[in-house]
């Protein structure tokens, strides 16, 4: 029987609907989502900021392939619980200059309820740290990323 491959490269689609100035409806695969502003910089609010969306898919990542990291190394990290902070240098957002890193520290604390020892957190951390595209877009784009996993 001969073995499916799997593309080592793929193209990511989204289309957006933009209804005003500040909502874009992004459309993925079979899902559709909001981004928006707050209503104090005159958007209506419907969902996160495209920078807090770009924390948001920091932290899913972690999750996605920390688990992916965990189950290749046989180690039980039970469910996680991730708290991230974000220095961004709002500067660029309001015009008032061009900024090279606009985000420029990310502060991930990652919590596990398994079974798993500090010791075998730390290695699923680093592992994690070398195959989380999102971790390497922030780094690649000079962000001081920092992620420390402990047990819960």
Known sequence: MAEIRM???VKLRAKA???SHSRADISIRDLTFAIDEPEVRGGGNAGPTPTDTAIAALVGCTNVIGHKCAKSLGIDIGHLTINA???FDRRGVTLEQEIEVPF???SLNVRADGS????????VGAE???YCPLSKLFKAAGARVEVNWQKA
């Not at 798993?116 to 730390?122: N, P, R, S, Y």
């Open 7 to 9: 593309k080592t490269t």
């Open 17 to 19: 609907v933009c209804p």
């Open 85 to 87: 902070v974000c220095d």
């Open 104 to 106: 420029t520290a990310v």
């Open 116 to 123: 798993a020892d500090q010791a075998a957190l730390v290695r």
């Open 128 to 130: 994690t740290e070398k």
